[in-house]
């Protein structure tokens, strides 16, 4: 399935039941798309935790570079999230911020697991990070 359907399916039905605001979230593979989608249909922000890097996932990376372009950051916020003891998802942060010179780069520094949101969950501190992120 490709990007785009899934962007237009998850803005049609936003659009059918009358939600003013969209927030793209994705993790690890699922975050270069959750830029994508957030950029290219306009919504409010877009979260990727511990992002795949785009040197490793070339067909989305190059319709990234198309769409950076297009970014305006008043329009759609990127926050970029990822674990400061990653070193992958580090490098994979440090390569969206250079697509992306406006987005928010952000290291939890308590962990270094690739997946962050479960060791923050397990933690007790999902909540609180999520609605930092996705605040107004």
Aim: aromatic share 6%.
């Amino acid at each position: 399935l490709a990007v785009e359907a899934v962007e237009d399916f998850v803005a049609a039905f936003a659009r059918e039941r009358g939600y003013r605001r969209v927030v793209a979230i994705g993790t690890s593979g699922g975050g270069l798309p959750a830029i994508h989608a957030a950029i290219s249909k306009g919504w409010k922000r877009a979260l990727a935790v511990g992002a795949a890097s785009p040197s490793h996932h070339v067909g989305i990376a190059a319709k990234l570079r198309e769409i950076a372009a297009m970014h305006d950051p008043a329009k759609t916020q990127l926050d970029i999230v990822y674990s400061a003891g990653n070193v992958r998802d580090a490098d994979a942060s440090a390569q969206i911020k250079g697509l992306f010179p406006n987005a928010l780069v952000e290291a939890e520094p308590a962990f270094s697991s690739h997946n962050l949101l479960d060791k923050l969950y397990h933690a007790g501190r999902l909540d609180a990070f999520m609605a930092k992120l996705l605040r107004d």
